[in-house]
């Protein structure tokens, strides 16, 4: 079973940066898409952002400008730059790897903003 291994997480203060890294523990094929999502305590995953086997991307409004998602589909690896943290994006951060007939999730990782 393939699984996906997130690192890069941690605390960082207001205005701070980090970088999310997500590699696959094996070959996943036809990948349709990959991308992050977080859950922030007492509410819902949602979506961060996303990258489609063409390198369109796709963000929440929320992280526009601030983040960036990119990825290589042959090396199963997705990555996550945060700039410009805030508080409110303190959340447990997750990878997501999609083909056609799977969805492949991470561990999370937790990501805290200091103010």
């Known amino acids: 079973q393939v699984q996906l291994v997130e690192s890069g997480g941690g605390l960082v203060q207001t205005g701070g940066s980090l970088r999310l890294s997500c590699a696959a523990s094996?070959?996943?094929?036809?990948?349709?898409?990959m991308g992050w999502y977080r859950q922030a305590p007492g509410q819902q995953r949602e979506l961060v952002a996303t990258?489609?086997?063409?390198?369109?991307?796709n963000y929440a409004d929320s992280v526009k400008g601030r983040f960036t998602i990119s990825g290589d589909n042959a090396k199963n690896t997705v990555y996550l730059q945060l700039n410009s943290l805030k508080p409110e994006d303190t959340a447990v951060y997750y990878c997501?790897?999609?083909?056609?007939?799977?969805?492949?999730w991470g561990q999370g990782t937790q990501v805290t903003v200091s103010s």
């Open positions: 997501n790897i999609k083909t056609w007939t799977t969805a492949y």
């Open positions: 094996g070959r996943i094929f036809s990948i349709n898409a």
């Open positions: 990258i489609t086997s063409g390198s369109g991307t």
